[in-house]
């Protein structure tokens, strides 16, 4: 069993900076792929990006490349979300998710066994 804790949401104003943490609990969160999404107010949770078990591999949407960066301490099973250039259309409640799930499948949802609780970005303009 995996429990995820998401922090590191707040308020920054458009063009700024945030850095996200996943934390997880748990012996096997090395072993897991982890994904991050974001819900708008109204929209569906979307896919943001994702980082392989090991760390070697990222995966990104497309409005977030160059200016997100995920990356991973498996170490210290933490996860994080570098968020930089940050636009009022990133607003959204983002969560990190994690599973054992093949690279193809790190943007589906469904794939992910564990999720966090999310936690608020709010870029104003």
């Known amino acids: 069993q995996v429990q995820l804790v998401e922090s590191g949401g707040g308020l920054v104003q458009a063009g700024g900076s945030l850095r996200l943490s996943c934390a997880a609990s748990g012996r096997t969160f090395s072993r897991y792929a982890v994904g991050w999404f974001r819900q708008a107010p109204g929209k569906e949770r979307e896919f943001v990006g994702a980082?392989?078990?090991?760390?070697?591999?990222?995966y990104y949407t497309d409005s977030v490349k160059g200016r997100f960066t995920i990356s991973r301490d498996n170490a210290k099973n933490m996860v994080y979300l570098v968020m930089n250039s940050l636009k009022p259309e990133d607003t959204a409640v983002y969560y990190c998710?994690?599973?054992?799930?093949?690279?193809?499948?790190?943007?589906?949802?469904?794939?992910?066994?564990?999720w966090g609780q999310g936690t608020q970005v709010t870029v104003s303009s």
């Open positions: 998710a994690a599973g054992s799930i093949p690279a193809d499948y790190y943007y589906t949802q469904d794939r992910y066994d564990y």
């Open positions: 980082i392989n078990w090991r760390g070697s591999s990222t």
